[in-house]
């Protein structure tokens, strides 16, 4: 139990290659509170920029390969928020960019409470949609 609440407060204690962080610098210059993983042969990096939740994942030689922004609703682009406003409550929303193509991914709550995750193109246009 003492293991688990170390590793809990103190993260997980990876330390990425110098490519990943001098790539992370250039990129969220003034980020707060990063906790590096190790995933899959990659480094995750979980920070906050402007008050926002960022996940960033890198190549183990450093490369930026996804982020992604935890967003409030408001801040998603007018098309979009209407759009997946008119299906229901958003719950969640999430802005990705992989490789300057831009997603939205969109959690929306029915008027029977069911849960449905939409991901939809910056244009607004839908990608995929499950229920959850």
């Known amino acids: 139990m003492k293991e688990f609440l170390r590793k809990l407060l103190a993260g997980d204690g990876v330390s990425p290659t110098e490519l990943c962080l001098r790539t992370f610098n250039q ?10 993983f ?10 906050y920029l402007n008050n926002l939740e960022h996940i960033a994942l890198f190549t183990l030689t450093g490369f930026l390969e996804e982020y992604r922004l935890n ?9 979009i928020n209407n759009m997946v406003s008119s299906r229901g409550e958003i719950m969640s929303s999430v802005m990705r960019n992989k490789g300057n193509k831009v997603e939205y991914e969109v959690i929306v709550r029915d008027k ?5 995750l939409i991901t939809l193109s910056d244009m607004g246009k839908a990608i995929e949609e499950k229920k959850l």
């Open 71 to 79: 967003i409030p609703a408001n801040y998603l682009p007018g098309h």
């Open 27 to 36: 990129n969220f210059e003034d980020a707060i509170n990063v906790e590096w």
């Open 112 to 116: 029977e409470l069911n849960r449905h």
């Open 38 to 47: 190790e995933k899959e042969n990659n480094y995750e990096a979980i920070f």
